[in-house]
């Protein structure tokens, strides 16, 4: 397999985008052709299956008032899916609002990812062995907050790295360039990956920055910026994977720049795509559909069919009822246990309303 060549892209940005897979799922660039196996293969497309169902699902839910929040994810799953197959679980996510399918994958139960949804305390508590922090809100924080773990794992000696994801419109946001250029001058083991859907909400790219491509903004901070198809699981697996090998290595961040397009609105919470992007550019993105792509390269291969693609859909269907399930029967969250979460050391003020909540509820 030919290697990026990271330090030459240091210095010159990348303008022509990695591809292996085309959108009829032929293979167009043998060199950077990943070093999966059938079985790992298989385990992806059903990673990025996954994705899709729990985004379908995760709506009509959420249309039914039994879920809150949620931002969709379907035309992703390449780049979201195939660049966190490349990480280990010893690996520290630390992800935006849309990024709750990566984080479901790096070991948080789905039942808790509908409680953050929810807004439930419950939906917070992670089990200590999982590295990776709640999604993030606030655009581009999550930078800012990646550059501090990947030091921090640095420091420890660790030979893990900390990995991030926001869409093309966290790049124009502060946090994004002052964590990239913090974690390029300490050389922090980072990886910070950019989704760019081309619109921040209805904001379209061409309006947030006038650079030709995204990820030469990685040049500003002496870092390497790759720009991928992210509608092609294999040439976002292979970025991420030789981008982590990098880093690990002691040789600093990466920027990764995903071309990708989310099919549905910015979030359930009143956007309307329709409104500011036109027929015609869905179903020309629609056309490079990552789960099209992938399934016609493992049919062809001889290691998928309809019957298992059937059998598997069940599956999930069935694994997101026992998640609903176990969300809807917690019990109800109480004014007093909220106000109990607000601090560390809570304020007379806040002590006041916990006294006038627990006399109210009983407790």
Do not use: C
Not at 130 to 154: D, E, F, R, S
């Amino acid at each position: 397999m030919v290697q990026l060549d990271f330090e030459k892209l240091k210095h010159t940005p990348q303008y022509q985008t990695l591809q292996v897979l085309n959108e009829n799922g032929e293979v167009v660039n043998q060199d950077m052709m990943s070093d999966l196996t059938d079985d790992q293969l298989v385990d992806l497309f059903k990673q990025m299956i996954w994705s899709r169902i729990v985004d379908d699902r995760t709506t009509k839910l959420n249309r039914q008032g039994r879920l809150g929040f949620f931002a969709p994810t379907a035309g992703e799953e390449a780049s979201q899916m195939a660049s966190n197959y490349a990480m280990t679980k010893d690996d520290y996510l630390l992800g935006g609002y849309r990024d709750v399918p990566e984080l479901v994958k790096h070991g948080l139960p789905l039942a808790k990812a509908f409680m953050w949804s929810k807004g439930m305390v419950n939906g917070n508590k992670y089990e200590a062995d999982l590295n990776a922090m709640p999604p993030q809100i606030i655009i581009g924080a999550q930078y800012v907050q990646t550059a501090g773990v990947a030091l921090g794992l640095k420091k420890k000696g660790s030979k893990a790295f900390a990995y991030t994801y926001t869409g093309d419109g966290g790049t124009s946001q502060g946090d994004f360039y002052e964590g990239m250029n913090f974690a390029g001058a300490f050389k922090a083991p980072a990886l910070f990956i950019v989704q760019n859907n081309l619109y921040a909400i209805s904001v379209p790219r061409e309006l947030q920055t006038a650079a030709p491509v995204l990820a030469q903004k990685a040049v500003a901070v002496g870092i390497p910026g790759v720009v991928v198809d992210g509608m092609d699981a294999l040439a976002v697996y292979t970025a991420a994977k030789q981008a982590r090998d990098y880093i690990v290595a002691g040789n600093g961040p990466v920027m990764l720049e995903t071309l990708t397009y989310r099919y549905g609105p910015h979030t359930l919470s009143g956007d309307d795509p329709k409104r500011y992007r036109t027929k015609e550019e869905e179903d020309a993105w629609h056309a490079k559909d990552p789960l099209t792509r992938m399934r016609k390269f493992l049919t062809a291969k001889g290691i998928w069919s309809e019957e298992q693609e059937t059998a598997y859909e069940k599956e999930v269907e069935a694994e997101i009822d026992d998640a609903i399930h176990e969300v809807e029967s917690q019990p109800a969250e109480s004014v007093t246990e909220y106000l109990k979460n607000e601090f560390v050391e809570t304020p007379p003020a806040i002590q006041k309303q916990i006294d006038e909540y627990t006399a109210k509820e009983g407790k």
